[in-house]
């Protein structure tokens, strides 16, 4: 988000980016005094579990699942694999990206491109809707004058579109976004300014009542701060799905307090909009997210101390509620965790059904250059959070079960000397080469374990080589009934992590593990062409306890 972009930024590349490993931490949970609104009774705080996982090289990640079955969301100033978008220099344009996988530690991210947008506009509806994709984007830097732009949507999204030129036309997008760049048609400070999706299933953002929602971090008046990531009070606003209604303002109607009775109000006018939660100072990006299990509505919000001087330090914030308008309660309030996390969100797909746990995507350190232990990255960055919820026994930290591998006969494809199929299994994760197995045919390369009667497994770790010559960063599963898992997300390139396949307990007599990708140096050894030197230091294949 600053003014001038560097040409890479660590996210993904940097070594781990993903840990499967439970290694769970707590954040000191330490409020002010002048907190406006009531402690949760209900959610007591949360824990983080320590499993992690970065993707990417940009941020601005809101993850929508859709009807294929696929996730997909809107990002900005970085890289994906080698393709740049930035929102405020170059192409001046914002992006979306397909994400493939269910297990939030093992997922592909692919581009679908850009589209142009204009100066400091940047994305930040990212929302699935009865089978339409909306992307808005709105005006990032300054105060008064800037606004909500309005939405691209589409019906047939999943195609790569790169569109830079002014007045673009597209068989696949539409662009509706406000000519003046003021959707809402606000005037002065804006309460919309920035408006996000209210994530409520895992395939469609609509609500039980037939509404989309969207909330907004904005102006609440005095000399309050209204930026991309500062603002005094929360908003909501609601409309039918459609791109007639979403892509029109006039169909919007907004939160306007409560009557008599106690129930909510709504509006037609923007301007007498009323705020879900206000704390003036304390407040910026934010998102809701309802989870099932615990009947609540998650509040997640994200302030950056820089540029300010009322707020000393970075702080994001868990609220709940019963009802998406409040009222909400404080759950726990994180100072410099991150240290500097933005654009917080729990996608729908990733929070578990009983409620208890979560995975919460933030953006980080986008002007802070290292990292806490905890891996906070600049990047699609999502970290694993439990609810201490009253009344219920935090979530254990499960064993992965029993490794078999060990049991297994071993063998290859091929084999480098020095190197042996059973190095791979021996418990040991070191750059002693007969204690991994290494080969030089490069993708296609397999190593099989087969053991004398079928086992029943739901999980498999894969180590690669700490030498750092080598980098395995992709590969299957297959076993004998024919099925097969993908493993997306590499591992540690210094053996310092696996890569975790998870999947539903099967019975196999044997596996085979093929790659698909990796970088490798060329070595000529055994075979007359050289070849890329790839392999595994270790693998472990676990029974279910």
């Not at 859709?66 to 694999?81: F, R």
Request: charged residues 20%; aromatic residues 12%.
């Amino acid at each position: 988000m600053a003014d001038s972009e560097p040409e890479f930024r660590e996210g993904s590349r940097t070594d781990p980016a993903i840990n499967p490993i439970h290694q769970r931490y707590e954040w000191p949970n330490d409020p002010p005094a002048d907190a406006p609104v009531d402690r949760s009774r209900d959610i007591r705080r949360i824990v983080f579990s320590g499993r992690y996982a970065n993707y990417t090289g940009a941020d601005t990640w809101y993850f929508q699942g859709a009807p294929d079955g696929h996730q997909y969301s809107c990002w900005t100033d970085g890289e994906l694999d080698g393709f740049r978008c930035n929102s405020n220099i170059r192409a001046q344009a914002t992006a979306q990206a397909k994400i493939i996988g269910h297990d939030p530690l093992n997922l592909r991210i692919v581009n679908l491109g850009r589209l142009t947008s204009g100066a400091n506009y940047y994305p930040c509806v990212s929302l699935i809707a009865d089978g339409v994709f909306y992307l808005g984007v709105y005006s990032a830097f300054g105060d008064a004058g800037h606004y909500f732009k309005g939405f691209r949507w589409s019906r047939d999204w999943d195609h790569f579109t790169d569109r830079l030129d002014a007045g673009w036309k597209d068989p696949w997008w539409t662009d509706a976004t406000a000519a003046e760049g003021n959707f809402f048609g606000e005037q002065g400070q804006a309460k919309f300014r920035v408006p996000h999706t209210v994530n409520f299933t895992a395939t469609n953002s609509v609500g039980p009542d037939g509404y989309v929602y969207l909330s907004a971090h904005g102006f609440a008046g005095g000399n309050g701060r209204n930026d991309w990531d500062k603002g005094d009070a929360i908003y909501l606003c609601r409309v039918r799905p459609g791109p007639e209604n979403v892509a029109r303002a006039a169909a919007y109607e907004f939160f306007a307090g409560r009557a008599a009775d106690g129930s909510d109000r709504w509006t037609k006018r923007v301007a007498e909009s009323q705020p879900v939660l206000s704390w003036p100072n304390h407040l910026g990006s934010e998102s809701i997210a309802w989870v099932p299990g615990l009947k609540k509505f998650i509040l997640i919000t994200c302030r950056l101390k820089e540029n300010e001087t009322n707020l000393p330090y970075n702080v994001t914030i868990f609220w709940e509620a019963d009802r998406v308008t409040g009222p909400y309660r404080l759950v726990h309030y994180l100072r410099d965790w991150g240290p500097q996390a933005y654009f917080p969100n729990l996608p729908a797909a990733f929070i578990a059904p009983d409620g208890r746990s979560a995975w919460l995507c933030v953006s980080c350190n986008y002007s802070v250059p290292e990292y806490t232990p905890h891996q906070c990255r600049y990047a699609a960055s999502l970290h694993e959070v439990h609810f201490d919820v009253a009344g219920r026994e935090l979530p254990p930290d499960p064993s992965p079960g029993r490794n078999i591998a060990p049991e297994a006969k071993v063998t290859a494809s091929t084999v480098e000397p020095g190197t042996r199929p059973e190095g791979a299994v021996d418990g040991r994760v070191s750059p002693d080469p007969a204690h991994r197995w290494t080969c030089q045919e490069g993708p296609g390369s397999f190593l099989r374990l087969e053991w004398d009667t079928p086992r029943t497994i739901h999980k498999v770790r894969i180590w690669d080589d700490p030498s750092t010559e080598s980098w395995l960063q992709e590969g299957y599963l297959t076993f004998d009934g024919g099925s097969m898992v993908w493993m997306h997300a590499p591992p540690s390139n210094r053996g310092a992590t696996p890569a975790e396949l998870n999947f539903p307990p099967r019975a196999t007599k044997w596996l085979r593990f093929t790659i698909t990708k990796g970088v490798a140096p060329l070595c000529i050894s055994t075979k007359t062409e050289p070849g890329p030197l790839l392999g595994v230091a270790e693998i472990e294949v676990y029974q279910p306890d």
